[in-house]
């Protein structure tokens, strides 16, 4: 009998009820000051980080090997002989990469270290998905098969307040920065077959980036119908309306609307609106 576990980082901004609802194991990455660090979604908020962010910008850091390995211990011991685990994109973290050092470590489990290619609920939504699987009795293999055209489906957009913590960090991809800011151009970024954030296209102005979101969303899933998500950092009001709009899609089934992790608020600053949009 195979015994399945579910691993995700805190960046897959799943709620508690629905981490319990599919029985998934959390491995949060750190959010470190000078002088303290905090654990992602357990000791400190997305608001906590952006009010601090006059004083001093945090840098974030990758769950340590002995927590991983910790976890994986845990595992055996409940009597799990295989591991599902979702990480966000190898092309914004190392968090996948840990993971597979660590399980050469476990041989006698049989593993799928998968990377999403996304963030957020981009890798959320693959979660859920292997859980709704989980529950319903289908084998690892089956399982593992359905990953990548799951991952096909799913898109992530989001607009940002200003570029200037996504360069900061080291995190700007192919998203081209400071002239368009002086323009007033948002970039409408997401992510592309790499992993690496990409600038899908340009909008001027706060309101009409927010507006282009809807579009996006209105043209990627009216008529074929799918499921959909809007995030914010720091932004609740603006993405309140935008979710209402949404809802508004025929054939569109809304999942939530929720904030996004501390760890990716540090790289995003205050102001981020997203979507994350999974096809039929």
Known sequence: MQKIALVADSTCDLNKEEIKKNNVHILPLKIVYKDREYT????????????NMKNEVPTTSLPSMEEI????????????????????STGLSGTNNSLRLVSKKHPEMTYEIFDSKALSLGAGAIVMECGKMIEEGKDFEYIVKQMPMLREKIKVFY????????????????????????????????IDNEGIYYTYTKVRGRKKSINK??????????????????????????????????????????????????????????GLIGITIMKK
């Open 159 to 190: 607009v940002l307040d200003t570029l200037k913590y996504l360069m900061k960090g080291g995190r700007i991809g192919k998203v081209s920065g400071s002239i368009g800011q002086l323009l007033n151009l948002k970039p409408i970024i997401s």
């Open 213 to 270: 979101l809807h579009e996006i969303m209105k043209e990627t899933l009216e008529g074929k119908g799918g499921k959909a998500w809007v995030l914010h950092g720091g932004a609740k009001e603006e993405a309140m309306d935008l979710y209402e709009k949404v809802k508004t899609i025929p054939n569109v089934i809304m999942e939530g609307l929720s904030d996004i992790s501390p760890v990716a608020g540090v790289h995003t600053g205050p």
């Open 69 to 88: 390995d910790r976890l994986f211990l845990k595992l055996k011991e409940e009597g799990y002989t295989h591991l599902i685990a979702v990480t966000i």
């Open 40 to 51: 992602d979604r357990v000791d400190i908020t997305p608001q906590e980080v952006y009010d």
